[in-house]
Nanobody, 122 residues
């Protein structure tokens, strides 16, 4: 089993930055890909980006490309989501997830964190 714990959410003004962390524990070898997703009120959960533990390869949703950066620290079993130039529409609960495949689909992830709230004010 893999346990994922997000942290770093909060309130930030538009144009500001925030860094989220996702600490993984347990059988982390079973989660080759770590994804970030978000869910805004009244909307479906959507893909933000993903990273491969082994290679550091990343991929991003078009809505965050150029603003968000995903990185990982293998020694700490932690994945980060650096969010820059935040917009009001980035307001959501952000989740990290672990999966074995290389996909942007929710069903491709077996393990999920509890989520952390990010609120961007104008």
């Amino acid at each position: 089993q893999v346990q994922l714990v997000e942290s770093g959410g909060g309130l930030v003004q538009a144009g500001g930055s925030l860094r989220l962390s996702c600490a993984a524990s347990g059988h982390t070898f079973s989660s080759l890909t770590m994804g970030w997703f978000r869910q805004a009120p009244g909307k479906e959960r959507e893909f933000v980006g993903r990273i491969r533990w082994t290679t550091g390869t990343t991929q991003y949703a078009e809505s965050v490309k150029g603003r968000f950066i995903i990185s990982r620290d293998n020694a700490k079993n932690t994945v980060y989501l650096q969010m820059n130039s935040l917009k009001r529409e980035d307001t959501a609960v952000y989740y990290c997830a672990g999966g074995t495949g290389w996909t942007a689909q929710l069903r491709g992830y077996d393990h999920w964190g509890q989520g952390t709230q990010v609120t961007v004010s104008s």
